[in-house]
């Protein structure tokens, strides 16, 4: 159940083109049903990745990570490559 509260919280999805579990289809259609409910969600496309985690993948995510909670140690990607990675989805 969807509550008021967690409406603003930022949601990461990252799907893989190459998924044999769950195809990429679906990661795009679950994106497009969140934010068709208007939840802030960004969509990383992790070209060639199947049902696996990336290195890629993985930085993204914890650059994601830092812009929204901060990190002592500095981002672990370079500035603005996630973003263009998610730009090209």
């Not at 409910?37 to 049902?51: D, I, R, S």
């Not at 990570?65 to 370079?78: D, K, M, S, V, Y």
Request: hydrophobic share 35%; proline share 6%; glycine share 10%.
């Amino acid at each position: 159940m969807r509550k008021e509260a967690n409406n603003k919280t930022p949601l990461y999805q990252a799907h893989g083109t190459d998924d044999m579990v769950v195809k990429f289809e679906y990661g795009v259609m679950t994106n497009k049903r969140l934010s068709d409910m208007g939840l802030p969600v960004k969509f990383f496309k992790v070209e060639g990745m199947g049902h696996e985690a990336d290195p890629d993948e993985l930085t993204d995510l914890g650059k994601w990570l830092n812009e929204r909670i901060g990190n002592p140690e500095g981002p672990t990607a370079q500035s603005g490559e996630a973003e263009e990675r998610a730009a090209k989805a």
